[in-house]
């Protein structure tokens, strides 16, 4: 994409920009030789404090479509001095936007993936509902239905963290192997042969991992709430496999009171023995996620199961008697209908589990469905914006309520992920990651420790090597006194 910034002012950086013409173009690229026939220029001049003129011009081809914003703009709620940069640019960008695709943005020019921590962040701080709502609407440009979804899961969200102390923690787990590839994944996962047979060397390491943030966290006396074992597809391991890894945590931290989630996700990889290790050693809560139950979109999308073993392990989970079963689904799957996309809806609903997570398609940069022809890149993504619409209102009469949800760049529809709950189902650690609200340890390749400031204005990123043959060549975990150093800053008594 062609992409052209005049910036004078001392706001926003280039990246910023970049983020912005995702969400009318996405799937762009911004790297040199790059070709492509859509074009982005923008201008932005401070004339006065707060005072911001912004003028963007966008095109697809020969067409091309202005938007113009002068600055003067009191926002709802006192903001600070990069907001009037952001507000004006974004307006200006919204209008062109509409005169060009002809189309308005159901999130407005709000780029990030968090958009319900923002309307949290002013719950919190003594805001009306209706107030944020106002704010989305008015200032970012959000619709009407968004700017609800959002305040709503913030309200659901602000009860599940009312006891979560700022020692309190959680702790992700690694396994990133996977039967097969989906074509719109490029998650980073592994597939093949020759990597499954590291999965015995990857076991060993992650458990000596596990063992080392074990003793960190009791150093640092935090206390875990929440583990997540996820992927990749951790029910690739056979049940000897689950039961070592399981032993592992459960030999290395505290479990009591601590609610303990496994992503079994593909349904082929579940069996009766693999989901009685995992009941056995404690967990209460799992994932077993079709994406639809369509059998023709499941190959469509390259997925390697059926919908006959979907429905297969979802009978072996409910029997064996965990307290929580999760599903995702996905809405703008090609070759998926409004009719298969409700009838997916209405075959988990059927089922009684007490998540549903309502994903839209979003196509990663090395996904293999990027690169198999046109209509995947839809910014207007009708299908996949009434299909997330109508989840919402299905889920709402079934009794489920959004607590968490996250929104990723290259979604078809600029639509958004949401997890739907049944009451007092909720999961804390999906809440305490997506929202950055407290600290979570990482173990395993691709995994990122998240160490978070009692007033979560700081965070620490440490990340794992990605790839496991990097995990396993290098040791390049977080150490204990970079922990305690980061907290260090923040605390009157350091640990021991």
């Known amino acids: 994409?062609?992409?052209?910034?005049?910036?004078?002012?001392?706001?926003?950086?280039?990246?910023?920009?970049?983020?912005?013409?995702?969400?009318?173009?996405?799937?762009?690229?911004?790297?040199?030789?790059?070709?492509?026939?859509?074009?982005?220029?923008?201008?932005?001049?401070?004339?006065?404090?707060?005072?911001?003129?912004a003028r963007v011009v966008l095109g697809m081809g020969e067409r091309r479509a202005e938007g113009y914003f002068e600055g003067g703009y009191t926002p709802s709620i006192p903001m600070n001095d990069d907001f009037y940069a952001m507000n004006a640019l974004g307006k200006a960008f919204l209008e062109a936007g509409r005169r060009l695709f002809g189309f308005g943005l159901p999130w407005g020019y709000i780029t990030g993936l968090r958009p319900v921590k923002r309307a949290k962040y002013y719950l919190d701080r003594g805001y009306s509902p209706e107030e944020i709502i106002t704010l989305f609407e008015r200032d970012y440009e959000v619709t009407n239905e968004k700017s609800t979804l959002s305040v709503e899961t913030a309200l659901i969200q602000q009860k599940m963290l009312e006891d979560i102390g700022e020692n309190d923690c959680g702790l992700y787990v690694s396994i990133p192997f996977c039967p097969t590839r989906c074509d719109y994944c490029s998650f980073v996962s592994y597939s093949n042969?020759?990597?499954?047979?590291?999965?015995?060397?990857y076991l060993e390491k992650l458990m000596k991992d596990i063992a080392e943030t074990g003793e960190m966290i009791r150093r640092l006396g935090m206390r875990l709430r929440a583990i997540y074992i996820g992927g990749g597809t951790p029910s690739i391991l056979d049940e000897h496999q689950i039961n070592r890894l399981l032993g592992c945590i459960n030999s290395n931290v505290d479990i009591s009171g601590v609610e303990y989630s496994f992503e079994a996700g593909r349904p082929d990889t579940v069996t009766r023995?693999?989901?009685?290790?995992?009941?056995?050693?404690?967990?209460?809560?799992?994932?077993?996620?079709?994406?639809?139950?369509?059998?023709?979109?499941?190959r469509q999308i390259g997925r390697k199961h059926s919908a006959k073993q979907f429905f297969e392990a979802a009978e072996i989970a409910n029997g064996i008697g965990f307290d929580c079963i999760n599903a995702d689904l996905i809405a703008g799957l090609p070759g998926d209908t409004e009719l298969s996309f409700r009838q997916s809806l209405e075959d988990v609903i059927g089922l009684g589990f007490s998540n549903i997570t309502v994903h839209t398609l979003s196509i990663k940069n090395a996904a293999s469905m990027r690169f198999i022809g046109d209509g995947f890149y839809d910014p207007q993504g009708e299908f996949a914006r009434e299909s997330v619409e109508y989840a919402r209102n299905r889920l709402k009469g079934a009794g489920y309520s959004p607590y968490y949800l996250y929104r990723q760049k290259n979604t078809v529809g600029n639509a958004e992920n949401t997890g739907y709950t049944l009451p007092g189902k909720e999961n804390l650690y999906n809440v305490l990651m997506m929202e950055e609200h407290s600290t979570v340890f990482a173990?395993?390749?691709?995994?990122?420790?998240?160490?978070?400031?009692?007033?979560?204005?700081?965070?620490?990123?440490?990340?794992?090597?990605k790839y496991p043959f990097e995990y396993l060549s290098q040791d390049k975990g977080l150490g204990y006194d970079e922990a305690k150093a980061f907290f260090a800053k923040f605390r009157k008594d350091e640990t021991n």
């Open 443 to 465: 173990c395993g390749a691709g995994s990122i420790t998240k160490l978070v400031s009692p007033k979560r204005d700081d965070i620490l990123r440490h990340a794992f090597p």
């Open 273 to 298: 023995e693999k989901l009685l290790a995992v009941i056995n050693n404690g967990v209460k809560r799992i994932s077993i996620n079709p994406q639809t139950t369509s059998d023709l979109v499941l």
């Open 193 to 201: 042969q020759r990597l499954f047979s590291l999965i015995p060397e």
């Open 1 to 53: 994409m062609k992409l052209v910034i005049d910036n004078r002012t001392r706001y926003l950086n280039d990246y910023y920009f970049q983020t912005l013409c995702l969400l009318y173009f996405p799937g762009e690229k911004f790297k040199e030789g790059f070709e492509s026939d859509n074009y982005a220029s923008f201008f932005l001049e401070e004339t006065a404090e707060h005072c911001i003129t």
